[in-house]
């Protein structure tokens, strides 16, 4: 990841497992100091350990990141890193508030933060319970407005900063996860939100929706042919945080990282439209609208059959 980051300060949630430690290594070994948070809690969202967090700032103390620093180090070498320890809930706003100021108190200022812890509860819609809508919720949207507040106030003052928020593919809709997908696609609109209301003050924000072998990944029901491994996730994230990406003006964008493949999605735009003389009626719009606006066809409706089959089979990539 060569000095890539060098002297930024960088937090990530749910830097304990899967894409979020890659993540946390990946930014040591670019030179950044890290503030590494996360939960410890299962895919679902309960029982909360603080060894996970602890873990991976031992990993980076003792200089394990190396793998991640190959072209830094010119093969390999180690690198001992900086990085503390904050195991709380992000889905709070004292969370939230406190992995800024850990980055603040230990380090003197924060230059990104990488919004990644997640869970999941899937239910299909008509199943669903509020105890399986709310924490999924929690955990995505507000964990990631209670990092991205605490942290664009202090960027705001500095005049600078990077936000970085988690969304996915199932932002397009999902046939199980319907609490998930709405979180998903909530984040893309505050990322947009925040690269809109912080582009004077100097700050980006932008989006990731990666696919990656890890636990959670293991059980989404979707295509098996794109996938790729967490420090794909990671190298991707580095660059958004780099000055680089800055000097290309990268902002309120949302990027798929699946192994090989880079993609970036479009924005949301009005795609046809079209005018009427004097006041709509419910029947002019019936002899109007199929016809002149007409309908976007839903890509993932055509893959319907295909993704309940696969649902249906238990199909999951192996973590
Ligand atoms: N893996 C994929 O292919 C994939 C696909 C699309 C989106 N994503 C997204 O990428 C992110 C990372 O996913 P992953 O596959 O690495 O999952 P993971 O389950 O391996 O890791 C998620 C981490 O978040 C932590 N966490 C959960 N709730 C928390 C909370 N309230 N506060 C702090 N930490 C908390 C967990 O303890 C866990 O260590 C998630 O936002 C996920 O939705 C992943």
Redesign the pocket.
């Known amino acids: 990841m060569g000095n890539f980051l060098a002297g930024k300060v960088v937090a990530v ?2 830097a ?5 430690r890659a993540v946390a290594l990946a930014c040591a070994a670019a030179g950044a100091k890290v503030v590494v ?5 299962s ?1 679902e ?1 309960a029982e909360p350990a603080s060894e ?1 967090a602890e873990a991976v700032v031992k990993e980076i103390e003792a200089g394990n990141h190396g793998a991640h620093s190959a072209s830094a180090e010119g093969g390999g070498g180690r690198r001992v890193g900086d990085a503390v320890a904050v195991a ?4 709070t706003m004292a ?1 939230g508030q406190r992995v800024v100021d850990l980055a603040l108190s230990r380090y003197g200022r924060i230059d990104g933060v990488v919004c ?4 999941l509860r899937e239910r299909m819609l008509f199943n669903m319970s509020e105890e399986e809508w709310d924490p999924v919720v929690a ?2 949207l507000k ?1 990631t407005f209670t990092v991205f507040r605490a942290a664009s106030a202090v960027m705001r003052r500095q005049g600078g900063g990077t936000l970085i928020g ?5 932002h397009q809709g999902s046939v199980s996860q319907a609490n ?1 997908s709405a979180a ?1 696609g909530g984040i893309i609109s505050l990322v947009r939100s925040a690269a809109l209301g912080l582009h004077k003050y100097g700050v980006t924000a932008n989006c990731v ?9 293991a059980n ?1 029901p979707m295509e098996l042919q794109e ?1 790729g491994e ?1 420090d794909d996730v990671a190298a991707l994230v580095v660059y958004l945080l780099s000055e680089r990406a800055k000097e290309a003006k990268i902002t309120g964008q949302v990027y798929t990282i699946a192994g090989p493949k880079i993609a970036v999605w479009a924005q949301p735009r009005e795609l046809r439209s079209a005018y009427a003389e004097g006041s709509w009626t419910p029947e002019k719009i019936a002899d109007f609208l199929p016809g002149s606006v007409g309908t976007d066809p839903m890509p993932l409706l055509a893959q319907l059959e295909a993704m309940t089959a696969a649902a249906a089979r238990k199909d999951r990539p192996n973590a």
């Not at 709380?88 to 889905?91: F, G, N, P, Y």
């Open positions: 949630t749910g304990g497992r899967g894409i979020g948070n996360d939960y410890g809690v895919i969202g996970v709380d809930d992000i889905s969370g990644v812890a997640g869970i955990t995505h964990g988690f969304t996915s593919g199932n998930y998903k929706a990666p696919v990656a072998r890890t636990r959670m990944s989404v996938i967490p």
